[in-house]
Nanobody, 118 residues
């Protein structure tokens, strides 16, 4: 019913910036909490940032001060602005959203690769 599509990943040098986007599409729905997760090579998927329906945000300690999550409720998109990127930021970034059609359920995007390397 609903699909999440991430975009914006790529190769960037340490200290550089990158902005990821997550777009929701499908039938009638409403979006509650949206979060970005990072799955680094050889590691479990970890929460990077989250944003609630009212705009409240939550960041992992590693992302605090460097990453900014935002949402456009009209366009049904969520962005993750990443600055001062470090090699340890490398991995696949996934968008996760709690979306209500008939009832709330969790949706995951397919992920977008971010590589921070010199």
């Amino acid at each position: 019913q609903v699909q999440l599509v991430e975009s914006g990943g790529g190769l960037v040098q340490p200290g550089g910036s990158l902005t990821l986007s997550c777009a929701a599409s499908g039938s009638r729905f409403s979006i509650n909490v949206v979060a970005w997760y990072l799955q680094a090579p050889g590691k479990q998927r970890e929460l990077v940032a989250a944003i609630g329906s009212g705009g409240s945000t939550n960041y992992a300690d590693s992302a605090q001060g460097r990453f900014t999550i935002s949402r456009d409720n009209v366009k049904n998109t969520v962005s993750l602005q990443m600055t001062s990127l470090k090699p340890e930021d490398t991995g696949v970034y996934y968008c996760k959203a709690v979306i209500v059609v008939d009832f709330p359920r969790v949706y995951w995007g397919q992920g977008t690769q971010v590589t921070v390397s010199s």
